[in-house]
């Protein structure tokens, strides 16, 4: 006898059925945002802290009121002049830098392109931006605040990587983390670490974010 | 020769029987790779800003997050769009230590260091609440924080 398969259940809509249901998962798959502008908050100080002494010349500050307007440094200005002025005043380069951690005297700024003026900030890591808003700004406003003066330092950290190595520091920091995860670069981890690190350490960002208003 | 009946039945081009086959295994791969989310939304869906720098989030596994936004129960909890959701809940910010801990206990003690809490507001949420959390968040040393926004230019 002939072992043909009679089939007594029409399984022809078996496709349809699974067509349903493949485009009924494609439609309500979320794609979820896992992205975003991160923050290393500061640690909370003791009860006993006293806040060290800055020169105001280091300090560049940011103002935005409960309207979302912009006072940096005590004047108006549009957020998109933002990013030129901090760019100006972390790159200022006017004085000495902060003392090694063995003790070494502050240093000049040597890679600075800046006026080196005597009234902005001395040195790029002892350049502090101070962000100050009201409980009522918007939060959008904040984070197109936080924008601008991020890019601010990765123009300069780019400008500073070329200079040196000859590629942005966006490839620097992206050919870092693929040599970490292939095997065969193994070798490059430590001199791109290094290379990160002296980038990262010429242009510390350094954004405060100051008690809001109410 | 009287046996076998000349085959009638075209021979089909392409074999379509395996057709299911395909697409029952396109379908158990989405089936395994959608994302369940773990709370069910008690505010709408914050609209979040756009900003160019930024960074992806590494392990899902650390990130805890933090909704704020507009309520989806205007009556029950106010209006605005500073509602604070924890987990699958409306709280305030008092309850964000406790939050943290109880996503800290599910952790080795050694990853508490490596755990970023993503804040997923609002565009329209203030900056008041926002610092709220934040100034929490630093009260119980839980200094890696995500602004979670939209890759894009100014808006």
Same mark, same amino acid.
């Given at each position: =006898? ?11 809509? =078996? ?16 794609? /979820? $945002? ?7 908050? &500061?640690?909370?100080?003791? +009860? ?9 010349? /280091? ?9 979302? #307007?912009?006072?940096?440094?005590? !004047? ?25 951690? #063995?003790?070494?005297?502050? *240093? ?8 080196? &003026? ?35 330092? @990765? ?5 500073? &990587?070329?200079?040196?190595?000859? $590629? ?9 983390? #693929? ?14 670490? *290094?290379? $990160? ?18 | ?7 009638? *039945? ?14 029952? =295994?396109?379908?158990?791969?989405? =089936? ?6 773990? @709370?069910?939304?008690? %505010? ?11 960074? *992806?989030? !590494?392990?899902?596994?650390? $990130? ?14 106010? %209006? ?27 952790? +080795? ?15 329209? &949420? ?15 040393? +839980? ?5 979670? @926004? ?6």
């Amino acid at each position: =006898m002939a072992r043909r398969e009679n089939p007594e259940i029409n399984a022809g809509s =078996m496709a349809d059925i699974a067509f349903l249901l493949l485009i009924f998962f494609l439609v309500t798959t979320t794609m /979820n $945002v896992d992205s975003g502008i991160s923050k290393k908050l &500061s640690e909370k100080p003791p +009860a006993d802290y006293v806040p060290p002494i800055i020169k105001e010349k /280091n300090i560049f500050e940011v103002v935005i009121n409960r309207n979302n #307007d912009l006072l940096v440094e005590d !004047e108006r200005v549009q957020i998109n002049q933002l990013k030129d002025l901090a760019v100006q005043f972390i790159d200022n380069g006017g004085g000495l830098g902060k003392p090694g951690e #063995d003790g070494t005297p502050g *240093k000049p700024c040597d890679y600075c392109q800046g006026s080196r &003026s005597e009234s902005s900030s001395d040195h790029p890591n002892k350049a502090i931006i101070s962000v100050q808003s009201d409980r009522g700004t918007n939060y959008g406003t904040y984070i197109q605040v936080q924008n601008e003066l991020l890019r601010a330092y @990765t123009e300069l950290r780019n400008r500073l &990587s070329k200079q040196r190595y000859g $590629v942005s520091f966006d490839e620097l920091e992206q050919s870092f983390k #693929d040599a970490k995860k292939s095997a065969d670069l193994k070798d490059r981890v430590e001199e791109l670490r *290094k290379k $990160v690190e002296a980038i990262k350490i010429a242009y510390p960002q350094i954004i405060s974010d100051a008690e809001p208003t109410s | 020769m009287a046996k076998f009946g000349k085959k009638k *039945k075209g021979l089909p081009a392409v074999n379509t029987a395996a057709l299911p086959d395909i697409v029952f =295994m396109l379908l158990f791969f989405f =089936m395994v790779t959608t994302t369940m989310r773990e @709370t069910d939304l008690r %505010i709408d869906a914050p609209r979040l800003p756009s900003a160019t720098e930024i960074k *992806k989030l !590494e392990d899902k596994s650390l $990130v805890s997050t933090i909704y704020v936004g507009k309520s989806k129960d205007p009556e029950k909890h106010g %209006i605005g769009y500073n509602k604070i959701q924890l987990n699958d809940k409306i709280s305030s910010a008092d309850q964000v230590p406790n939050f943290i801990f109880s996503k800290r206990e599910k952790l +080795a003690e050694a990853m508490h260091p490596f755990m970023t809490t993503s804040i997923k507001a609002d565009k329209e &949420s203030n900056v008041g609440t926002i610092t709220d959390i934040r100034l929490k968040l630093r009260d119980v040393n +839980a200094l890696k924080v995500s602004y979670s @926004t939209q890759k894009g230019s100014n808006n």
